[in-house]
């Protein structure tokens, strides 16, 4: 047998400095210990944030044995007057009560009431006058008459008797005679009309742009009729009010729509076309047959022709587009004379689906290049991902300045100059908005989160999403990119994010914040959640962990209902990576990344006594070194440092080692192992708040280089500062941290070592101007 007990020693006094640190901090935590504190471990488990796992949502992410949801079924007849500008509808809801409760009154979003001449959303910012200001929105600000948009709900009734109600706002309270029973439906009917907008000025989700060269009007039209809240588990009521940011949460339904329009109008929306026949030509139908064969380029059902010759009309003669949804939790469409019409089938799986758009002539050349052909990409990408896209169509519609989202249908921005000119940053803006807006078909229309709360659940998980779909459309059309580029994604690269997290604190919000009380929305709900799923999946996971279990979560919740809790337990439960310091801090906090490479030293062993040494041994009731085979590290540079020593093995400056090897290893043993000739001790502080793992690169002298990742655990101890010994055969020239800006550090100023100082733009100058 060997003796254990030289081995342990020579351990142990090699990471001595170490030791040294451990026992002054002990005193430290003395003092600590008298004031008492609270556990502000950046690796507590997050049970203070999470609610706890119940019957209807599970401690794993998933639906629980209790889960239910509510459903609400749409029969509707819509009318738009295009000269008026004005849409008049009536709906009969049936809702189904399918929770455990008893419901006294049923809850209805009147969202078109943020348009309302008395709205109280008019009044809702307190920020004073804008030191600068674009002219659009000063004219809308102070130059315009107020616009009355709201609903006018003329009738609300049950079998043709009124229905006693309570409009506050954007919700309107249906009192009910009797509670609705736990597993009971009741239907009601509403009578509403209301004068749309002009979406181009106000910026609004939806209404009409108007077309002063023709006198057209297109219009978009969503958040047209009254819709049913979301009654759960965990709001009760979903009836916090639209204020204009937080967007929408909806239940799931059937609908049958029926929408009259003139008959010179092209018209698509949420749903089945019930009566092609009837609203289609000859020609038509026959362009339609063929594009549902077509699967390389779009076929056109309306040409630029067709629709130039339809814009110097107008008819007065009315045509019904009868449409038909299963299983939406929304619907919404658009219709105009202007539009060209164009389509292509894809498949999905092993099922054909239609990719189509509509847009004006002043949409191209760019939409019949493109529109379609990214729907498609689309569909295609973000079903790889997730699910099989569960819908027969998904419609891109283009609309001046929108990005707007809908079941099956989107509004997109993207729009040439009057010559038909386009820079490639409107090409890829266009792009972009039809793979986020055709993607949010995904998050949140099937996997159905409640927007109003939590905007980073569809807009953070879709963007995260889009930067994915953008970067495969580089893949499958590289002839659509520029030559030898990536797709230039405007969101998702880590280092694309620094601004925003290392700005002033007081004006960032944590993501898991109500849409409406954050700074920047765009950063905050869609920015910051995106980098931080691609960080989390390129980084801390891995693709195969990250893509399998952001995968689960989807088909989990496809047609259902999530809450944060159920994606952040998901991504655990199905990976095996603990990730509640992940969540806590990029979700929870505002805390960014800042690590930094502290001291690195270089250190010799020898088996002659230090006085750091000694003094350690003395601690241990050792007063005599002498009587002890122990090993010494002197660091280079120190006074103990001696003549001779530089660049030699341990064991040729430790005979104690050497007799060691010697006596408790046979020479085959002895080759078998390294003989490092370096010892490093290397220290990385942590200035900002967030825990990450350390990915350092060493290079060393003979120019190889070596990538270490540390785990996120080594902070665990310690989250201010921590160090790693290293011996090495080489001897190390440079250390980075975070080679390849995978991490969003805010500062890599202090990621080099030796310190590389960044020349004043002063000194570049005169350093470029001297001989
Ligand atoms: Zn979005």
């Known amino acids: ?249 909806l239940p799931f339904g059937n609908y049958e729509v029926n929408i009259t329009v003139p008959a010179d109008h092209i018209l698509d929306g949420t749903g089945e076309l019930q009566n092609r026949k009837e609203v289609f030509s000859k020609e038509m139908m026959r362009r339609y047959e063929r594009a549902k064969k077509t699967y ?152 159905n989160s409640d927007e109003r709360q939590w905007g980073w659940m569809d807009e953070g998980l879709d963007t995260f999403m889009q930067y994915i779909a953008e970067q495969e459309y580089g893949e499958r059309y590289p002839e659509d990119i520029a030559p030898n580029e990536k797709y230039p994604s405007r969101r998702g690269e880590p280092a694309k994010i620094v601004d925003y997290m290392k700005g002033e604190q007081d004006y960032i919000a944590p993501i898991m914040s109500n849409p409406e009380n954050v700074y920047q929305l765009g950063n905050n709900a869609y920015g910051k959640p995106a980098t931080a799923l691609n960080i989390l999946r390129e980084t801390v996971m891995g693709k195969e962990l990250f893509d399998y279990a952001f995968k689960t979560y989807a088909q989990r919740w496809m047609f259902k209902h999530p809450t944060p809790e159920d994606f952040f337990r998901t991504m655990e439960d199905a990976s095996a990576v603990d990730l509640d310091w992940f969540w806590r801090g990029w979700f929870y906090t505002t805390d960014y990344v800042d690590i930094a490479l502290g001291d690195v030293k270089k250190y010799y062993i020898t088996d002659k006594p230090t006085k750091e040494g000694i003094e350690l041994l003395k601690r241990y009731g050792i007063s005599d070194p002498g009587s002890l085979d122990a090993l010494y590290v002197v660091e280079e540079g120190s006074d103990e440092m001696q003549e001779g020593m530089k660049g030699k093995t341990p064991a040729e400056n430790a005979p104690t080692l050497k007799e060691y090897l010697m006596d408790n290893f046979t020479p085959a043993e002895r080759q078998e192992m390294k003989m490092p000739k370096y010892f490093y001790e290397v220290t990385f502080n942590k200035p900002g708040g967030l825990v990450m793992p350390i990915i350092v690169e060493y290079t060393y002298a003979d120019g190889t280089t070596e990538k270490v990742k540390y785990p996120v655990q080594i902070w665990r101890k310690n989250d201010n500062q921590v160090s790693r010994a290293l011996a090495t055969d080489k001897e190390i020239t440079k250390i980075v941290i975070d080679p390849d800006l995978e991490t969003a550090d805010v500062n890599v100023d202090n990621n080099t070592w030796p310190q590389t100082k960044q020349m004043s733009e002063f000194e570049e100058f005169k350093a470029n101007n001297q001989g």
């Not at 009910?176 to 907008?197: C, H, M, R």
């Open 296 to 447: 390389d380029e779009p076929v056109m059902i309306v040409t630029q022709e067709e629709a130039e010759a339809a814009e110097k009309g107008f008819s007065d003669k009315k045509k019904t587009w009868k449409l038909k949804a299963n299983m939406v939790r929304d619907f919404a469409f658009a219709t105009s004379r202007k539009f060209i019409w164009d389509m292509m089938a894809v498949k999905v799986g092993n099922k054909d689906v239609m990719a189509v758009s509509l847009y004006p002539k002043e949409g191209n050349p760019l939409w019949e290049d493109y529109s379609t052909k990214v729907v498609a990409h689309t569909l295609q990408s973000y079903s790889d991902h997730t699910f099989e896209y569960p819908y027969h169509k998904a419609i891109s519609v283009h609309a001046k300045n929108q990005g707007m989202e809908y079941p099956m249908i989107c509004w997109n921005y993207g729009r040439p100059d009057e010559d038909g000119n386009y820079s490639d940053r409107v090409k890829y803006g266009m792009m972009s908005v039809i793979i986020h807006e055709v993607g949010h078909n995904f998050f949140p229309m099937i996997v």
């Open 1 to 249: 047998m060997r003796t254990f007990k030289t081995a342990l020693t020579a351990v142990f006094f090699l990471f001595s400095a170490g030791l040294f640190a451990q026992e002054t901090e002990t005193e430290t935590q003395e003092e600590v210990r008298e004031a008492g504190h609270i556990n502000q471990n950046k690796f507590r488990q997050l049970y203070q944030e999470f609610s706890t796992p119940n019957q209807y949502r599970t401690a794993s992410g998933a639906p629980g044995p209790a889960y239910y949801q509510n459903q609400a079924d749409y029969k509707m007849d819509i009318e738009l007057d295009d000269r008026n500008k004005k849409i008049t509808g009536s709906e009969r809801i049936t809702y189904h009560n399918n929770s455990p409760n008893d419901l006294e009154y049923l809850w209805v979003q009147l969202d078109q009431n943020i348009r309302a001449i008395n709205s109280p959303a008019l009044l809702k910012d307190g920020n004073g006058i804008a030191p600068v200001t674009r002219p659009g929105s000063f004219v809308s600000e102070y130059m315009k008459e107020s616009f009355d948009g709201g609903f006018n709900i003329t009738e609300v009734s049950r079998d043709g008797k009124p229905l006693k109600h309570l409009i506050n706002n954007t919700m309107m309270r249906i009192d009910l005679a009797q509670p609705l029973k736990s597993g009971e439906s009741y239907t009601f009917d509403i009578k509403w009309w209301y004068n749309v907008n002009e979406h181009t000025v106000d910026r609004g989700r939806s209404g009409y742009e108007h077309f002063e060269e023709d006198g057209n009007n297109a219009y978009v039209i969503a958040q047209f009729f009254p819709r049913m809240a979301v009654y759960n588990d965990v709001e009760g009521w979903q009836n916090y009010q639209f204020w204009g940011n937080g967007e929408f949460a």
